[in-house]
């Protein structure tokens, strides 16, 4: 579209495009204080902006920047990432420690590299969060240092009562899923990705967060936790998941007792429609799963289970295709 024809657009059809499809970087870029009133005028009627740094070339991310003030009660959405633009997030904490200051923000991604900035001002960016009223949030973290100060964060997170969307992902992160204990959430789709967590950890997210509807999470088996795992379960009464429709489990390690130690799981979810499971592991008797899906989840209208090919051999190869031919 020329500039001629953009103009010639009335001026509600203008706002309505930069509040709802433009990114606010390529707003500042082409049209504010460029020395057409009439533009400037929209961007300052628009009450809803959204900005995406993610790579955002170094010199218009501090252009921007230095114009935030003006739109700083206007912005809805912000998105900052490391990966490809270093230095990024260090700079703009720098400029705005506290994400509290987004009067209007409901919308954030954040990509920090812990080691590229000041753990200060990470952390306490992170404890920022649940002084707003976000409903969607997706954090990336990498290279956590202070484990206390990080699982204090996340509790915060858990218990922001805006909040009904959350993605993290926290780079092998060991998370100490307990702290959840007694906490209360208001999340509905919930993806965790990176943070080690095994069966019994399902325990504490099921209590502190009763009302998803989303669940997708990697979670680690091994047979050293096993009775660990029984144990858990009997001081902790599962909590019943009646909203929950969808679940994925990207689930790593060889135990074959896997299927079983996700029963009493499953029983917790009687409206659950859809369930995907990823192994990276061995695989046991496909019959099993059979077994404890028909029996566990009786609304049950789509499964699919997948494998990786490294533990595939030519001897067991036919008896685990065997295994799923079942008109199941």
Not at 8 to 17: A, F, M
Not at 40 to 56: K, T
Not at 67 to 91: C, M, R, V, W
Request: hydrophobic share 40%; with cysteine.
């Amino acid at each position: 579209m020329s500039v001629s024809k953009l103009e010639s657009l009335p001026n509600e059809i203008l706002v309505d495009i930069f509040e709802k499809y433009l990114n606010g970087v390529d707003i500042i870029k082409a049209f504010d204080f460029q020395l057409n009133r009439r533009f400037d005028a929209l961007v300052a009627q628009c009450e809803r902006l959204r900005f995406d740094f993610v790579r955002c070339h170094k010199d218009d991310f501090h252009f921007c920047i230095g114009l935030f003030p003006a739109y700083i009660d206007k912005i809805e959405e912000l998105a900052l990432s490391e990966q490809n633009t270093p230095g990024q997030i260090h700079a703009f904490l720098s400029f705005y420690p506290s994400f509290a200051t987004f009067k209007r923000l409901r919308k954030l991604y954040f990509h920090v590299n812990v080691e590229a900035v000041q753990p200060a001002l990470a952390y306490n960016a992170l404890r920022s969060l649940s002084n707003t009223a976000l409903d969607t949030l997706s954090i990336k973290i990498i290279k956590i240092q202070d484990l206390y100060r990080s699982d204090n964060a996340i509790v915060e997170i858990f218990s922001m009562k805006t909040l009904k969307k959350l993605t993290i992902a926290c780079d092998g992160y060991k998370m100490n899923w307990n702290v959840l204990n007694g906490g209360s959430s208001n999340i509905e789709y919930l993806t965790i990705r990176n943070i080690s967590c095994q069966s019994q950890d399902l325990t504490y997210i099921f209590r502190c967060a009763s009302g998803l509807k989303y669940l997708d999470i990697d979670l680690s088996f091994d047979t050293l936790f096993r009775n660990y795992q029984s144990e858990s379960s009997s001081k902790h009464p599962l909590t019943r998941m009646s909203m929950l429709h969808t679940a994925i489990f990207n689930i790593y390690g060889n135990d074959q007792t896997t299927h079983s130690q996700l029963e009493p799981y499953f029983q917790c979810m009687p409206s659950l429609h859809r369930l995907e499971i990823k192994l990276y592991g061995r695989l046991s008797d496909f019959s099993v799963w059979e077994t404890l899906l028909q029996t566990s989840l009786p609304s049950l209208a789509y499964f699919t289970l997948e494998m990786t090919t490294v533990y595939l051999t030519d001897s067991n190869m036919s008896s685990i295709l065997e295994s799923i031919q079942s008109p199941f």
